[in-house]
């Protein structure tokens, strides 16, 4: 199945995300456009940085640059609209700004080569999105910045397309175990109770951290963020405690100080947004599995398939078909692609 068959009449936001830069995130844009193109459809883009340039302006190497069809909706800014030869037609200049300049939506009236840099909050993502499918983009491709997974939450997105490559590690087992734990991330159990559902809802809103019993009675714990403040939050639970409602970023240190103080308090929960607010090695998610650690998420991210790149501008590369054949063997059930080797 094509990328575009995975997309199609299905999801009206896609989200490409990176496991870092040049994993390849510009080439999977790049391809699904194209068989959008080919199939009759049309497709809005928008960026939460800046692609299509022909040098990485961090690294200083020569990068894809994003081609455009005629007809193809964009969102991006006044900066560097004109920097490239695809011309654009003016749909709806917005208020919202960023250091490129304003955010404009246009339509390609002939092809060619662009560049994007969109909006950068998450309530401007979505309403830029909303527009470019109000003005007829059959669904919109939403480019994650680097290591910004926060574009594939799912109140972004309706979907992610995550990009993975040799650019992470010379080691490939470093890579695949590396992807391996952010699809991990991404397919954290969802919360089921809807009761606790509204109530972690009302908490996030909040911004505060917060312990839940069995009967749904909450209890505030007298800190600002998590961070650093496992300990605190460990010495406020208490034996009918069932849950941990954590706003922000759940890390390393905040479990391991939880732990110490809650060993015997198993059966509570940690409950997060979504599987982007974890910040944890792969190597430490696994010893926290093993020692009983339990984690819901409220937005449950919607993997839909994976990009492999076996090359890295470092230098070095995998062989693509052992690199293929590997991410397979340890990535089920999610569809794994080398755009460059060949379809899946």
Not at 144 to 167: E, H, N, W
Request: with cysteine; aromatic share 8%.
């Amino acid at each position: 199945m094509s990328l575009i068959d995975l997309i199609k009449d299905k999801y009206k936001t896609i989200s490409i995300v990176g496991m870092a830069k040049n994993t390849g995130k510009t080439v999977t844009m790049n391809h699904i456009l194209f068989e959008t193109f080919e199939k009759g459809l049309t497709a809005g883009v928008t960026s939460t940085g800046r692609d299509g340039e022909n040098l990485d302006i961090v690294t200083e190497t020569e990068k894809p640059r994003v081609f455009l069809e005629e007809g193809t909706i964009v969102a991006t800014t006044t900066k560097v609209l004109p920097l490239e030869d695809a011309k654009v037609e003016i749909l709806k200049v917005t208020d919202y700004r960023t250091p490129m300049g304003s955010i404009v939506i246009g339509r390609v009236k002939d092809r060619g080569y662009i560049q994007i840099a969109g909006p950068q909050r998450v309530n401007e993502i979505k309403e830029v999105s909303q527009i470019m499918l109000n003005f007829g983009a059959d669904f919109v491709i939403i480019d994650g910045a680097i290591d910004r997974r926060s574009s594939a939450a799912p109140f972004i997105s309706d979907g992610t397309i995550l990009s993975t490559g040799a650019v992470l590690n010379r080691d490939m087992n470093r890579v695949i175990e590396e992807t391996a734990h952010v699809v991990n991330l991404f397919n954290i159990p969802q919360i089921r109770d809807e009761k606790l559902f509204a109530l972690s809802e009302r908490i996030m809103r909040e911004g505060k951290v917060c312990l839940i019993d069995k009967d749904y009675n909450t209890s505030y714990v007298n800190i600002k963020t998590a961070l650093n403040s496992g300990n605190i939050i460990g010495d406020n639970i208490k034996e009918s405690t069932e849950y941990i409602v954590i706003p922000g970023s759940l890390s390393k240190n905040t479990i391991e100080e939880m732990l110490i103080n809650t060993r015997k308090y198993k059966d509570v929960k940690i409950i997060i947004k979504d599987g982007t607010k974890v910040f944890i090695s792969p190597k430490d998610w696994l010893r926290f599995i093993h020692y009983g650690v339990k984690i819901e998420v409220m937005y449950k991210i919607n993997l839909l398939a994976i990009t492999a790149n076996p090359y890295s501008p470092k230098g070095y590369y995998f062989d693509p078909e052992k690199f293929l054949y590997k991410l397979k063997k340890y990535i089920k059930d999610i569809p794994i692609y080398d755009l460059v080797l060949r379809g899946d």
